[in-house]
């Protein structure tokens, strides 16, 4: 079975902090994601990454930066936390291939004070 | 880009009865995936279904089944015999079919309630 593990399940930041949401997946899958999730919204997307050093804007990179310097680790950072950036943070992997879903860790709520 | 619509905040199903969540999409390419996933109130996200857009058969997995009509753009989920663990938020996602990444897009989920 895929695992992907979130470093922490809850965070409380102040604003103007600097995040780390650490994401570990032990499938050997080329491409990992981050995520964020918010009430009536659905999931939109942060970053993903389909190599190692390689990455890529989603939908809402705005104050967001990624670092892959290992396969299996996908790290999301905020360099300034501000609190329009609580919510629920969720990392996930998958395979190269077509029908392949995505594995999601069990997320990260998130809250700046 | 692609869009996903689920029209359906908030669905109600009896126990034991069969439920539809909708799901419609928009997209100008001929190659794609459709997924759906549930999440309950623990808030880990659960694969639940993938229907490919050239697969002719309707997938099914177990009680759930995809009801795929690529000419209306829709990819109804369809849960038969509902149980109350079934009481979830359920969402619809989309893949571009390309090289390189696969994201998935997806919708802003139906929340399914399951009345004893």
């Known amino acids: 079975d895929v695992k992907v593990t979130q470093s922490s399940r809850y965070l409380v930041k102040r604003t103007g902090e600097k995040v780390f949401l650490e994401c570990v997946q032990d499938?050997?899958?080329?491409?990992m994601f981050w995520y964020r999730q918010d009430p009536g919204l659905g999931l939109r997307l942060i970053y993903f990454?389909?190599?190692?050093?390689?990455?890529e804007k989603g939908d809402i990179p705005e104050g967001y930066s990624v670092s892959r310097e290992k396969k299996e680790r996908f790290s999301l950072i905020l360099e300034s936390a501000s609190t329009n950036q609580t919510s629920m943070y969720l990392c996930?992997?998958?395979?190269?291939?077509?029908?392949?879903?995505?594995?999601f860790g069990n997320g990260t709520r998130l809250t700046v004070t | 880009a692609q869009k996903i619509t689920q029209t359906q905040p908030g669905m109600f199903v009896q126990e034991k009865e069969a439920v539809t969540l909708d799901c419609t999409y928009d997209?100008?390419?001929?190659?794609?995936?459709l997924f759906w996933y549930k999440q309950p109130s623990s808030g880990e996200m659960i694969f639940l279904i993938y229907?490919?857009?050239?697969?002719?058969q309707n997938a099914t997995e177990g009680r759930y089944s995809l009801n795929f009509q690529k000419a209306r753009k829709s990819a109804n989920l369809v849960i038969s015999a509902s149980q109350l663990g079934d009481s979830a938020m359920y969402f619809c996602a989309m893949r571009k079919i390309q090289t390189g990444a696969n994201n998935l897009f997806f919708g802003t989920g139906t929340r399914l309630t399951v009345i004893p």
């Open positions: 990454s389909y190599d190692v050093k390689m990455k």
């Open positions: 499938m050997d899958h080329e491409n």
């Open positions: 997209t100008s390419d001929q190659s794609y995936g």
């Open positions: 996930a992997s998958s395979s190269g291939a077509n029908n392949s879903p995505l594995h």
């Open positions: 229907q490919g857009s050239y697969d002719e």
